[in-house]
């Protein structure tokens, strides 16, 4: 066990709608990252929080946004979704985030699939 | 750009023979991080082993070690005495100082046969 939850772990949903899709971090971690996995592009990193902060953005889809909650939990809203949202999102956390170099620690991910 | 590449899509081995999951990078940074993850079929994604891009020593974690040639950019992972519980995806990643986010390659799949 990590230490990073997520849920739910498993959402299945209709093209065009939207889902939230929530994560909390270990304990005393700042930064959470999410990172999205699918067959065809691998995983991929799409954004950062840092204390509540945006501090990098990846391939992230305009569709797709995030936050970071005072308590350090995030959610990641995916909206107008398309079948090839379709994939494992996973959130993961580290101590700091600042200097990089660190240790991630991963969440057991959500699987989303959009019919 | 910023790659991973991991040159084996899928490894077989047998169960307590040893095994090297191959791993090339390429960052034009000098300051960061290497690890293995483990990605068992529960898709769970489990760190096995990191190293520091400025620690020559290769790094250890009971069975598990790397050979981390930094001149080449390479960073190989050694499974000795492997057992089936470690049939799974294993992805190769690094991160920097200026980028935290961790940049994977597409994986090897291992299977361990009895």
């Known amino acids: 066990d990590s230490g990073v939850t997520q849920t739910p772990k498993h959402l299945i949903t209709a093209t065009g709608q939207r889902v939230t899709l929530r994560c909390s971090p270990r304990?005393?971690?700042?930064?959470v990252y999410w990172y999205q996995q699918s067959l065809d592009q691998g995983l991929q990193f799409l954004i950062q929080?840092?204390?509540?902060?945006?501090?990098a953005k990846g391939n992230i889809l305009e569709r797709f946004s995030a936050q970071q909650f005072p308590d350090l939990h995030s959610e990641l809203n995916l909206s107008s979704l398309e079948l090839g949202d379709s994939a494992l999102y996973f959130c993961?956390?580290?101590?700091?985030?600042?200097?990089?170099?660190?240790?991630?620690?991963f969440g057991p991910g959500t699987r989303l699939l959009v019919l | 750009a910023q790659t991973v590449t991991q040159s084996q899509p899928e490894m077989s081995v047998q169960e307590a023979e040893t095994v090297t999951l191959s791993c090339t990078y390429d960052?034009?940074?000098?300051?960061?991080?290497l690890f293995w993850y483990k990605q068992p079929p529960s898709r769970q994604m489990i760190l096995v082993i990191r190293?520091?891009?400025?620690?020559?020593q290769n790094a250890t974690e009971n069975r598990f070690s790397v050979n981390f040639q930094k001149a080449a950019k390479s960073f190989s992972l050694k499974i000795s005495d492997s057992q089936l519980g470690d049939a799974a995806m294993y992805f190769c990643?690094?991160?920097?100082?200026?980028?935290?986010?961790?940049?994977f390659g597409k994986g090897t799949k291992l299977s361990v046969k009895p």
């Open positions: 190293q520091e891009a400025y620690k020559q």
């Open positions: 993961a956390s580290s101590s700091s985030g600042r200097g990089a170099r660190e240790t991630q620690y």
């Open positions: 929080y840092y204390n509540g902060e945006e501090r």
């Open positions: 990643a690094y991160n920097t100082r200026s980028q935290g986010n961790l940049i």
């Open positions: 304990s005393g971690d700042l930064s």
């Open positions: 960052t034009s940074e000098s300051d960061y991080y």
